[in-house]
Structure formats: structure tokens, C-alpha cells
């Protein structure tokens, strides 16, 4: 069965950076586009990124352009978020999810529980 | 960025009704790119929806999606117990990818 399982997360200083993993198994990692979507606590889901099938393309919401850097590694069927200047406002859980197409237009159709970030000092 | 806008905010039915939810965009979305997700508390978001009415795996056939351009609607069509929840629209039309602000069904 499809199972995506974040690590990573944990509390970290206001400007510090941090790399968030995603272990994919269960299906063709290599074939599918991955997204990251995050959830701060009590509020809504915001897209973070999304990445191609082969890590050609990769996209981000305006609010992390230049400080996520999102990137796949197919030979270990894993997914990874770079998040650089952490602010107070990047406190989420953070949510790695499947897209159902190779490329980023896609919606997500597997989750994994997510890994929560808490940025304070 | 395409916004999307959800009502209402929430909403109080009881088991066996209906439940109407709306997902409005601030342009057409592309080729119907529009999902719709159930999130329950402490879990992951589950996909119901995608390509506006096309239901996920495993989705059971109350959930109806429905639409186009900017105007999308998800009926439930007799809650039942387990439908008690947070719903989110999303758009993959066009990047950023957005989500809607959800609607929450409560028991009323």
C-alpha cells in the first residue's frame, strides 16, 4: 500500500534552516509529482511546492519563493523541503502528498501524518 | 493567484441530510482543475474529488462534485456520521496551487 512518512520537523530558531524528508513506498516514486502542503495550528491548508516526476520542474507558493527549496531523490525514493530564514509564520505541520500525475497540476491523492515545525526562540 | 472562497463557513445539518458546500474562484479555473478534501481532526487531509466531479478511490457515491468556471459546489447527499468534518477546495489549475478556506459540517 501507498505510504508516505514525513521526519524532520521539530522546534528550531526564528532564521535558522531546517530539511524536512518524505520516505516514499508502496508505489513508482520516480513516476509521480510530489507536493508539500502545510497546515499552521487551527488553520487552513496552504500549498508550500510542488516538484515534477524526475525533479525538471519545481514550483513554490509566493510566500516561500527564495527561502524553500523543494527536491526528489528517485534512487531513494524520497522527497525533501529545504526551508532557510525560518519565520514564526512557517509554525505548520507540514504534509508530503502524492500527486496523481507526473507533473504538478495535479490533485494529491495519499498523504502522509506530516511533520510539525515550530519556529520560536 | 486564483483565491478561492468557501461557503458557507460552517455548516450545522443532522444526520441523513443534505449538505451543500460551494467553492467560488476569483477566475476560471483551468480545465476544471478543482478537488475537493475531507480533513478530520489530527488527521491528513483525504482526497474526495478531482477534475471537478471525478470521485477518488474508495470515495462512496454520496459525495457529488459539480461545476465549472469559477462556481463549484460539493454535495453530500445524506450525511452520515463519519461525514462530520473539515472540507477544502483546491485548484491545480494554475500555479500557485491554491486552497479554499474550508467549510466545517457539524452535527447540529
Known amino acids: 500500500q501507498v505510504q508516505l512518512v514525513e521526519s524532520g520537523g521539530g522546534v528550531v530558531q526564528p532564521g535558522k534552516s531546517l530539511r524536512l524528508s518524505c520516505a516514499a513506498s508502496g508505489f513508482s516514486f520516480s513516476n509521480f509529482g510530489m507536493h508539500w502542503v502545510r497546515q499552521a495550528p487551527g488553520k487552513g491548508l496552504e500549498w508550500v511546492s510542488a516538484?515534477?516526476?524526475?525533479?525538471?520542474?519545481?514550483y513554490f507558493a509566493d510566500s516561500v519563493k527564495g527561502r524553500f527549496t523543494i527536491a526528489r531523490d528517485n534512487s531513494k525514493d524520497t522527497l525533501y523541503l529545504q526551508i532557510n530564514s525560518l519565520r514564526a509564520e512557517d509554525t505548520a505541520v507540514y504534509y508530503c502528498?502524492?500527486?496523481?500525475?507526473?507533473?504538478?497540476?495535479?490533485?494529491?491523492?495519499?498523504w502522509g501524518q506530516g511533520t510539525l515545525v515550530t519556529v520560536s526562540s | 493567484e486564483i483565491v478561492l472562497t468557501q461557503s458557507p463557513g460552517t455548516l450545522s445539518l443532522s444526520p441523513g441530510e443534505r449538505a451543500t458546500l460551494s467553492c467560488r474562484a476569483s477566475q476560471s479555473v483551468s480545465s476544471s482543475y478543482l478537488a475537493w478534501y475531507q480533513q478530520k481532526p489530527g488527521r491528513a487531509p483525504r482526497l474526495l474529488i478531482y477534475g471537478t466531479s471525478n470521485r477518488a478511490t474508495d470515495i462512496p457515491d454520496r459525495f457529488r462534485g459539480s461545476g465549472s468556471g469559477t462556481d463549484f459546489t460539493l454535495t453530500i447527499s445524506r450525511l452520515e456520521p463519519e461525514d462530520f468534518a473539515v472540507y477544502y477546495c483546491q485548484q491545480y489549475g494554475s500555479s500557485p496551487l491554491t486552497f479554499g478556506g474550508g467549510t466545517k459540517v457539524e452535527i447540529k
Open positions: 502528498a502524492r500527486g496523481r500525475n507526473y507533473y504538478d497540476a495535479s490533485a494529491s491523492d495519499y
Open positions: 516538484i515534477w516526476y524526475d525533479g525538471s520542474h519545481t
